[in-house]
Nanobody
Framework: QVQLVASGGGLVQPGGSLRLSCAAS????????MRWFRQRPGKERELVAG????????NYADFVKGRFTISRDNAKNTVYLQMNSLKPDDTAMYYC?????????WGQGTQVTVSS
């Protein structure tokens, strides 16, 4: 059974940091590209960051470049999103996604709220 369990969300003040984790099971994690998406209130889901399965190359949306870092630990079947310098506009439900062009899996999301 495929599972992607996201955690690490919460309430943080502007300028603060959070580290999201997404633990995967039920598929060969190392063979999947991993991505973080977010959905802000009233907005469509948008790509935040991605990391490839093999080389670990990363890509970021312009609105998080320099603030967020995606990484993965294939030994732990986990992908991370380190979020620094958080802004109120980063408030959203964050979802992890696993994709290998044949299959596309989604986690349940973790809520991030940036507010003073």
């Amino acid at each position: 059974q495929v599972q992607l369990v996201a955690s690490g969300g919460g309430l943080v003040q502007p300028g603060g940091s959070l580290r999201l984790s997404c633990a995967a099971s039920g598929f060969t994690f190392s063979r999947f590209a991993m991505r973080w998406f977010r959905q802000r209130p009233g907005k469509e889901r948008e790509l935040v960051a991605g990391i490839t399965s093999s080389s670990g190359s990363t890509n970021y949306a312009d609105f998080v470049k320099g603030r967020f870092t995606i990484s993965r630990d294939n030994a732990k079947n986990t992908v991370y999103l380190q979020m620094n310098s958080l802004k109120p506009d980063d408030t959203a439900m964050y979802y992890c996604n696993a994709n290998n062009y044949l299959f596309d899996y989604w986690g349940q999301g973790t809520q991030v709220t940036v507010s003073s």
